[in-house]
């Protein structure tokens, strides 16, 4: 060690003794001043503060800030001290509590293969989802195969359950199936691609306003796929990686689609990391996003040695990382788990419009869907005028000729008795 360096050690650690004393002399002052004070009458003692501590905010809560986040953190240490390695590999668990809604929220996302061979493997996906606005529950199962030492082929689908949270109400559900591929890994391209579809199997109707608002919820039908792949390398030192994504999930009433594009840039001795994304899709428009990161391990010795004490966490390899192929059979399924739903809302009230003596009208019974109802015109009295179909919420629509006058209207619907209400409508003259 050179004499610079010892001299910069001792400085350094005169300083260190001088802060410390004067932290001792202010603390005895204290001290002295607290118990010196005028003795003040048991019954009126108020509560001492500790000196040593500063003066609460009153303008601040006393509630800690962040309590929840120590809840998943705890759960998580657990779970790593309780449960087999084996089994805790393929567990994802994380729990919290959402203090707006006052509500306890978990995420509990399972991979568990349950038949393995040398070149395949069949794995099961439970996952549930608790959240502050919906619960949901999932049911995965997959296949996967190797195909030679550098491709890897699989399949899987699911099934869907999911309603607001807190509610008794029926659970929209939907299917799907995916389609996933990895090829050429480590040191070669790493090539992926997947793809899934959803396809709605049921809907939500409800009554709004006096039963004459019809509102319906379903889960979109859509699509998701991504590709990745690994640039060529230029230099011995770089790695780049482009991976783009599209989606699209549409209903009656919604239509959401688009795309994310991405190339990532990092050296593999890990020091320095780029991304630049682009992003479009009917909702935010066109987003880029441009981030950055350095990453330096610190060294000590070189420091007190007069060194740059900042370098690479790796020496850098002469080739990409060789990442196995094998270990693509235990990887998780990417999909969307939060496939937007849509939602229509429909006036079952008798409404009715003429033109050139022909009467239109629409209308519904929420509770007879697929039902024969009979369409009645009435100067006195009632006179059938045909039927229609309802739809499969119950709603209706048609169409009725008549001759000049002044009619009331209504469909009735047998079997049950149910009848809407009453429409007065006028049939003008051609002339008038």
């Given at each position: 060690?050179n ?27 204290a ?29 601040k ?24 390695q084996?089994?805790r ?12 809604v ?8 399972y ?16 996952r549930?989802?608790l959240?502050?606005k919906?619960?949901?529950l ?7 195969h190797?195909?030679?030492s ?25 299917i ?7 090829a ?17 199997i ?34 011995n ?8 994504r599209?989606?699209?999930?549409r209903g009656a ?16 001795d ?5 991304v ?59 999909r969307?788990?939060?496939?937007p ?6 006036r079952?009230?008798?409404v009715?419009?003429v033109?050139d ?11 007879l ?6 369409v009645?015109?009435?100067?006195s009295p ?10 499969s919420s119950?709603?209706y629509?048609?169409t ?9 209207l209504r469909?009735?619907h ?19």
């Amino acid at each position: 060690m050179n004499t610079s360096s010892k001299i910069l050690i001792k400085r350094i650690f005169w300083f260190s003794v001088f802060i410390a004393c004067s932290n001792c002399f202010v603390n005895s002052a204290a001290i002295a001043a607290y118990y010196q004070s005028p003795q003040i009458i048991p019954d009126e003692q108020p509560i001492v503060r500790n000196p040593f501590r500063p003066a609460p905010n009153p303008w601040k809560s006393i509630e800690p800030e962040l309590p929840e986040i120590y809840i998943d953190t705890t759960l998580r240490q657990s779970l790593n001290q309780l449960l087999p390695q084996h089994f805790r590999k393929g567990l994802n668990l994380g729990a919290s509590y959402d203090r707006l809604v006052h509500l306890p929220t978990m995420h509990l996302d399972y991979f568990l293969p349950v038949k393995a061979w040398p070149d395949k493997s069949f794995f099961l996906n439970p996952r549930i989802s608790l959240t502050s606005k919906n619960e949901s529950l999932s049911v995965g199962a997959g296949f996967r195969h190797l195909l030679g030492s550098d491709v890897m082929v699989g399949f899987h689908t699911f099934h869907d359950w999911v309603r607001p949270r807190k509610q008794s109400d029926q659970f929209l559900k939907e299917i799907g199936v995916g389609f996933e591929l990895s090829a050429l890994p480590g040191k070669y391209s790493d090539i992926i691609i997947s793809g899934n579809a959803y396809f709605p199997i049921n809907e939500r109707s409800s009554l709004f306003q006096g039963e004459d608002l019809l509102s319906r919820e379903a889960l979109c039908t859509g699509f998701d796929a991504r590709i990745g792949f690994g640039l060529p390398a230029l230099v011995n030192w770089l790695d780049m990686r482009l991976d783009a994504r599209a989606h699209s999930y549409r209903g009656a009433a919604t239509d959401d689609t688009g795309y994310k594009a991405g190339l990532s840039v990092n050296t593999r001795d890990g020091m320095f990391r780029a991304v630049f994304e682009q992003e479009k899709d009917n909702r935010k428009g066109e987003q880029y996003r441009i981030e950055g990161s350095i990453n330096l391990a610190f060294d000590w010795k070189d420091l007190l040695n007069g060194e740059v004490p900042f370098s690479a966490p790796y020496s850098i390899p002469q080739s990409r990382y060789n990442k196995k192929i094998r270990d693509a059979l235990s990887e998780r399924v990417v999909r969307k788990h939060d496939v937007p739903s849509d939602r229509t809302e429909r006036r079952l009230a008798l409404v009715t419009s003429v033109s050139d003596q022909t009467l239109f009208f629409s209308g519904g019974f929420a509770e007879l869907p697929n039902a024969r109802v009979t369409v009645q015109v009435s100067q006195s009295p009632w006179q059938d005028r045909g039927e229609v179909i309802t739809d499969s919420s119950g709603c209706y629509s048609g169409t009725v000729k008549l001759q000049p006058g002044t009619y009331r209207l209504r469909l009735i619907h047998r079997p049950t008795g149910r009848i809407s209400s009453e429409k007065m409508v006028v049939i003008p003259k051609k002339d008038e």
